[in-house]
């Protein structure tokens, strides 16, 4: 064997890479001195995509399949220095492979509180998180954007700035979306597709696309979330006789041989009915035990004004007259106040609809 021959054989001749990580998106082939043999053979995978860097300009991208580095195959590579020649020579340049598979379960969240304007609780603060997949769809400007001359990239350097543009994407749709929130729960599928396509048009310019994001909760600030469980137990708690009643009923269900069982009986029904007796309504009180103080005066309601995608208020039903005398408040304005079931017309509303009363006949002649 001759000592050229010897050479020829020390040079790279099959290309290949088998990913064992699932997490890097791009490997660049190593080679000392980065010689490559003429007619070497390039083997790209499924899921993989390979992008020939010579002299560092990229010089074309392979598909799946088996290729053959020469020169009537890679028609692209006839323009660049040398290879006019044909020479069997060795060359210098760059193989990179790019994983063109799906990264999924990849995690998102709001870092801070989002605020937003919500038609029933006013303004107010949500955090989210959820999942989301991402893909390199176009590999050489993957490459040319992203990747730069990094030999081996992961997706824990780009994963940052994705969820710093699902976070703002996610921001913008759900203050315009006009979604309450309690509603949001129900519409986590469609928020999702919204912020998905949002995405996708940023990273397209990365040559990455977002096929997948998933929402998986919608919270308010634990304060908001305490008053929510609060209304809701009140909401239950409707006819306080049967809650004495079954207060009592735990009270005396105290294991019968315990210290003082008995004692918690007691004061556990006395308290019950004494608290069912100061609950009851004004009418069923034992009127032959005291005098029955009048009733508090009726709470006058303060009331906002919807108009133009923006509230004004709080109004005193005084200043809302007003206004109605003044052709300012009209029969279809939205109006709101505390207790109510979202925005009603303000003809719709009987404390309201009385302002707008009806014009008298002209006064009879002389």
Same mark, same amino acid.
């Given at each position: 064997m001759g000592?050229?021959?010897?050479?020829?054989g020390e040079f790279i001749d099959v290309i290949h890479w088998v990913d064992d990580t699932r997490d890097t998106m791009v490997w660049r082939f190593e080679r000392e001195g980065h010689e490559i043999k003429y007619g070497a053979k390039l083997t790209v995978r499924e899921g993989q995509a390979a992008v020939f860097v010579h002299e560092g300009q990229i010089a074309d991208v392979f598909t799946p399949g088996l290729y053959m580095l020469e020169t009537n195959n890679m028609p692209v590579l006839t323009t660049l220095q040398h290879w006019d020649h044909g020479f069997k020579?060795?060359?210098?340049?760059?193989?990179?492979?790019?994983?063109?598979?799906?990264?999924?379960?990849?995690?998102?969240?709001t870092k801070n509180p989002i605020m937003l304007r919500d038609p029933e609780f006013g303004p107010t603060r949500i955090r989210a998180y959820g999942t989301y997949t991402v893909r390199v769809t176009d590999p050489a400007k993957f490459l040319v954007e992203i990747v730069g001359t990094d *030999?081996?990239?992961?997706?824990?350097?780009? *994963?940052?700035?994705?969820?710093?543009?699902?976070?703002?994407?996610?921001?913008?749709?759900?203050? *315009?979306?006009?979604i309450p929130v309690l509603d949001m729960a129900a519409n986590t599928a469609e928020l999702g597709k919204l912020v998905a396509g949002a995405i996708s048009e940023t990273i397209a310019a990365y040559g990455l696309s977002l096929p997948e994001l998933y929402i998986e909760n919608i919270s308010l600030p634990p304060a908001v979330e305490a008053a929510l469980d609060k209304r809701t137990s009140m909401g239950l708690v409707q006819d306080l006789d049967r809650y004495t009643q079954f207060s009592a009923a735990e009270a005396l269900g105290a294991p019968e041989g315990a210290a003082g069982g008995a004692m918690a009986a007691g004061l556990g029904a006395g308290m019950g009915m004494a608290m069912g007796h100061a609950m009851r309504p004004w009418g069923a009180r034992d009127q032959s035990a005291q005098p029955v103080p009048p009733p508090p005066p009726p709470v006058e309601h303060v009331w906002h004004i919807a108009e133009k995608g923006e509230t004004r208020g709080p109004f005193s039903k005084a200043d809302m007259g007003r206004m109605a005398g003044e052709g300012a408040l009209k029969r279809t304005t939205h109006v709101w106040t505390p207790g109510q079931d979202g925005w009603m017309h303000a003809e719709d509303v009987a404390e309201l609809a009385q302002l707008f009363t009806v014009l008298p006949p002209p006064p009879p002649e002389a």
């Open positions: 000592i050229f021959d010897f050479l020829s020579s060795p060359f210098k340049s760059e193989i990179y492979f790019v994983n063109t598979t799906r990264f999924t379960d990849l995690k998102w969240g *030999g081996e990239f992961t997706m824990d350097e780009i *994963g940052f700035q994705i969820r710093n543009i699902i976070v703002q994407e996610f921001s913008r749709a759900v203050a *315009g979306a006009g």
